[in-house]
């Protein structure tokens, strides 16, 4: 009977696989239109992570039917065989195998591929056909297994954080024998992941709540210190008029007045030292509650482990191989997210050590060292990352057949090659379809590996480096935040807006002065430690204003992705700050430049920067050749802006148009609803109106009534944006009064900015 470790991998296979079959699905069909390179390169990642999952867990059967979908795959990507309408007919077969498996509850799969194995051998005999002249098998029956109803269970949209008891398979005979738990008042529940989630939100508005209340701290003792100047001021008028000719009732009544202010006096200073102690009860709850809320997300690195050391085992068997395999850290806390993210990079890691790293006994007899090769695996916390490293005392990499194959793949010239350092030439690895191996086999040699780490943790923000020596062995070293929750990050100024970038994937930052800049072919760089490193105006990138600036220093932010890298030019750095993430409205689609959101402790909001699409972009500015230098007059602040108000009770919506019409040229208000919205009109005169439709108190139809029914008002062009295409929604609003009804993917079309030109022109 299968083990709860086993079962709780199996489910999380289950969920890997469901997803890697629809990809493959969708995938394969339009393979059988349009076969490009890219997409069959897709396909052949999607059955190449399911074989190394299915390997970690021991289901050959499997492993073996997406080997041959992947060579077939891997074939087509090469053009050595364009695929035909029954080679996708039999690939899709395959599939279903994955998606019926997907279906088939946990602690079932295995007898059901005990059933269904001898088909599902026949099955990739048949894919494998495609490569070669089919050899003669047994005929497949054209529907896929047929899958009883009583194995099928839908897999649960949540999360388990751990199993309950009464789930785990005891033997009778056992019942009694076991031991008692040494926490048997804990119990186990099942949360939702968005509930989970939610809950994340909420904790961390909370916390930003809770700190925002030290200003009113210090408003009650400026308060106090007023009342105390005109307490005082009245004192000495009350003494100054105690001689003099004033009818004893107004002397009787100033008196009592002023004991009435003592009395007050002794109530303000009661309610501050109240609200002092309040305010920091608060915030320590709150960070209670926050700290609560994270360790829910957090579970330890061995609930990640689970079939690594039988996948040593079993692959050094099969390579002719010993290793001493050991994992450290078992106990390190990791974010549930990350966790199962890791599953298939580790594998890859530990697969390319044994592969690649690790000697044959008779190799490492006769290089000197045990023939029991050593292989870690390894967790911890540093410096508020977490740190996760795999390594062995392998052969290491060969820095210069590296490099030789570098050249001989073409991604560089030869007297270009000879000046790379080390450093350099190990992150070739990371390239997708780079790969040192000769041979190609089941467990490497396609180049795909590496290239799934690298975009692995750097989607988490994280980086990777690697630490080789020839003939001592090799190291991986993970650098990843400990939760996608909170992200250390730095905040920055650009055009007057607070940014943030996250600080691992900020190599370092420098301050200098203009004239340390240098220019080669009308391109500005900065040299440090040897390397010319090009620098962009932040502006530029982020499409802002361009604004005069009299700040002597330069402040530059040197970011990179695996290939290039380059200086970002802000105004300032405002320090570092741990920001609780809060992920832009899934409506928006892809914001150019920013992964999502978050709030400071006064209540502000701040977007948090896309290194790589910020590399990307000043990879798209270079090639177009339109760069701005940096320094020196950044152009003439504009007289006079047109005004734009915003109407939307969403607060990332509203910071997201905002920032696209001020980034435009155009000065912004924004108003929380309806009714705050025709408030605003009335104090302040705007060209443009920009209102969501679903809102509290006054929808966005009722507000363009309101604005035509207003004769001073009534002219002013209205634009409706609303989150879906209804029909109904455009008639309405346009029968109000609206000049335009755009939907929020205007938002990354430039459809906003369009219409907004149309109706009052450039800013």
């Given amino acids: 009977m299968a083990d709860m470790a ?28 349009s076969s490009d390179v890219e997409s069959i390169e897709t396909l052949m990642r999607a059955a190449h992570s399911i074989k190394g999952a299915a390997s970690l867990l021991g289901l050959d059967v499997i492993v073996k039917l997406a080997h041959a979908m992947e060579d077939v795959l891997s074939a087509a990507r090469q053009g050595k065989l364009r695929l035909s309408s029954d080679d996708i007919d039999k690939l899709l077969k395959g599939n279903d195998i994955f998606i019926n498996l997907s279906k088939v509850d946990s602690a079932s799969i295995q007898g059901w591929l005990a059933e269904q194995g001898p088909s599902i051998e026949d099955l990739g005999k048949i894919i494998r056909s495609i490569l070669s002249p089919p050899p003669v098998v047994k005929d497949v029956p054209e529907q896929p297994p047929v899958i009883k109803e009583k ?64 200003p009113f701290s210090v408003s009650l ?72 809320a994270i360790a829910i997300r957090m579970r330890p690195f061995s609930d990640g482990l689970y079939g690594f050391p039988r996948m040593v085992r079993d692959l050094a068997k099969v390579l002719g191989k010993k290793v001493d395999f050991q994992i450290i850290g078992e106990t390190t806390k990791i974010d549930r997210d990350i966790l199962e993210k890791m599953e298939s990079p580790l594998t890859h890691l530990l697969r390319n050590a044994l592969d690649h790293g690790i000697e044959t006994p008779e190799e490492r007899l006769a290089a000197g060292k045990k023939e029991q090769g050593l292989l870690i695996l390894e967790a911890r916390h540093s410096s508020g990352m977490l740190h996760i490293t795999v390594s062995d005392d392998g052969r290491g990499i060969d820095i210069e057949k590296l490099r030789s194959k570098i050249v001989e793949k073409g991604h560089c010239a030869p007297d270009i090659a000879r000046d790379l350092t080390d450093e350099e030439l190990l992150n070739f690895l990371f390239l997708p379809g780079f790969s040192t191996a000769g041979d190609v086999t089941e467990v490497s040699g396609r180049g795909v590996g590496l290239d799934v780490v690298l975009t692995m943790v750097q989607g988490v923000g ?195 148009e905002r920032r696209l019409l001020e980034n435009a040229g155009y000065d912004v208000k924004v108003a929380v609803d309806g009714v705050d919205g025709f408030n605003t009109l009335q104090l302040d005169r705007f060209d443009l109106v920009v209102s969501d439709i679903d809102m509290p108190r006054m929808n966005g139809i009722d507000l363009v009534k309101k604005i035509r029914s207003d004769p001073n008002l009534k002219e002013i062009p209205i634009i409706i944006v609303s989150y879906k295409e209804r029909a109904e929604d455009r008639l309405k609003g346009l029968e109000a009064g609206a000049n335009y009804y755009l939907t929020k993917s205007s938002f990354h079309d430039e459809g906003l900015i369009n219409a907004v030109q149309d109706l009052i022109g450039a800013p």
Avoid at 9 to 24: A, H, K, Q
């Fill in 151 to 214: 194995e099928i269970s839908k897999p649960p949209d949540v999360h388990e954080i751990a199993p309950k008891q009464s789930d785990i398979p005891v033997k009778k005979d056992e019942t009694l024998k076991a031991k008692p738990s040494e926490k048997e008042d804990e119990s186990f529940v099942r949360v939702v992941s968005e509930s989970l989630n939610r809950l994340m939100g909420f904790a961390g508005e909370c916390l930003v709540q809770a700190k925002s209340a030290k």
């Fill in 462 to 656: 994280g980086s990777v480096r690697v630490e080789t020596k020839k003939g001592s062995g090799t190291s991986f070293h993970l650098q990843l935040p400990l939760t996608l929750s909170v992200l250390k990050t730095l905040l920055v100024e650009i055009g007057g807006e607070t940014y943030a970038i996250p600080l691992a994937r900020i190599d370092f930052v420098i301050v200098t002065s203009q004239n340390r800049l240098k220019i080669l072919e009308d391109k500005q760089f900065y040299t440090f430690e040897n390397e010319n490193i090009g620098i962009i105006d932040a502006h530029q990138v982020l499409r802002l204003p361009l604004i005069d600036s009299d700040n002597e220093d330069i402040h530059i932010v040197v970011i990179s992705d695996r290939i290039n890298r380059y200086g970002l030019v802000v105004e300032r750095f405002l320090g570092e700050k741990e920001l609780v993430v809060i992920p832009l409205d899934v409506r928006l689609g892809k914001v150019p430049n920013i992964s999502a959101g978050a709030v400071l402790e006064d209540g502000s909001p701040v977007l948090i920067l896309d290194v790589d699409d910020l590399v990307r972009s000043i990879d798209n500015l270079l090639n177009v050749g339109r760069l701005k230098k940096v320094g020196g007059s950044r152009g003439l602040k504009e007289a006079k802006k047109k005004h734009i108000l915003v109407v939307d009770d969403s607060l990332t919506v509203r910071e997201v």
């Fill in 221 to 292: 003792l400026k308060m106090k210190d007023y009342f105390m100047d005109v307490y005082s001021n009245l004192e000495n008028i009350y003494y100054y008029t105690k001689g003099k000719d004033i009818p004893r009732e107004i002397q009787e009544r100033f008196g009592e007045s002023l004991k009435h202010l003592d009395s007050l006096l002794e109530l303000i200073s009661g309610h501050i030292v109240d609200f002092e102690l309040f305010s920091r009860n608060l915030e320590h709850l709150a960070d209670k509650l926050y700290g609560e």
């Fill in 6 to 33: 086993d079962l709780s991998m199996l489910e999380l296979f289950r969920i890997e696989l469901e997803n890697y079959s629809n990809l493959l699905e969708s995938g394969l069909v339009d393979a059988e239109k």
